[in-house]
T-cell receptor, first 114, second 113 residues
Framework: DVKVTQSSRYLVKRTGEKVFLECVQD?????MFWYRQDPGLGLRLIYF???????EKGDIPEGYSVSREKKERFSLILESASTNQTSMYLC?????????????FGPGTRLTVT | DQQVKQNSPSLSVQEGRISILNCDYTNSMFDYFLWYKKYPAEGPTFLIS?????DKNEDGRFTVFLNKSAKHLSLHIVPSQPGDSAVYFCAASVQTGANNLFFGTGTRLTVIP
């Protein structure tokens, strides 16, 4: 079974703090993704990575950065948290290659910025 | 701009009846479609997919139908069970693209015992 784990289930941070969200997958997947889920907006892609040290912007990268130093780990960084970044953050991974194989999701981190 | 749309935010169905969840897309380049199910406090889990070379794919109680000319897909669940109560997301992708999935806004299905 593919397992995607996220470092925290719930997180409360103050405006202006630097926030790190960690994601680890154990199936040697090439691709990793960060989404945020908001009511009425579905899942929106923030960043993705198709290889170590590679990253691509998704639909809403503003205010975020990412790091992928090892294949199994993909970190999302909020350089200076703001209240509009309060959301559910979901990490996912998938096998690499040309086909859009299904993505496997972690349980999510609910981040509240006060 | 939302390229994948689920216009029904919620749906209630009696146990044993059919649930039909709908999804529309605008990008004609999409050629691979997936449905995910999400329970509260869990990440989405893959349910079923379909390539644009097909118009139907079936897996047990779940069937996905694709109408390319209408840019529409639907998920049928027969018979519906209380454990099917969840939020369902449809997603679309381009097979030769960058593995990105474009998600709809989700439909909350409630199956009434």
């Amino acid at each position: 079974d593919v397992k995607v784990t996220q470092s925290s289930r719930y997180l409360v941070k103050r405006t202006g703090e630097k926030v790190f969200l960690e994601c680890v997958q154990d199936m040697d997947h090439e691709n990793m993704f960060w989404y945020r889920q908001d009511p009425g907006l579905g899942l929106r892609l923030i960043y993705f990575s198709y290889d170590v040290k590679m990253k691509e912007k998704g639909d809403i990268p503003e205010g975020y950065s990412v790091s992928r130093e090892k294949k199994e780990r993909f970190s999302l960084i909020l350089e200076s948290a703001s209240t509009n970044q309060t959301s559910m953050y979901l990490c996912a991974s998938s096998i690499g290659g040309g086909a859009p194989y299904e993505q496997y999701f972690g349980p999510g981190t609910r981040l509240t910025v006060t | 701009d939302q390229q994948v749309k689920q216009n029904s935010p919620s749906l209630s169905v009696q146990e044993g009846r059919i649930s039909i969840l709908n999804c529309d897309y605008t990008n004609s380049m999409f050629d691979y479609f997936l449905w995910y199910k999400k329970y509260p406090a869990e990440g989405p889990t893959f349910l079923i997919s379909i390539s644009s070379i097909k118009d139907k794919n079936e897996d047990g109680r779940f069937t996905v139908f694709l109408n390319k000319s209408a840019k529409h897909l639907s998920l049928h669940i027969v018979p519906s069970q209380p454990g099917d109560s969840a939020v369902y997301f449809c997603a679309a992708s381009v097979q030769t693209g960058a593995n990105n999935l474009f998600f709809g806004t989700g439909t909350r299905l409630t199956v009434i015992p």
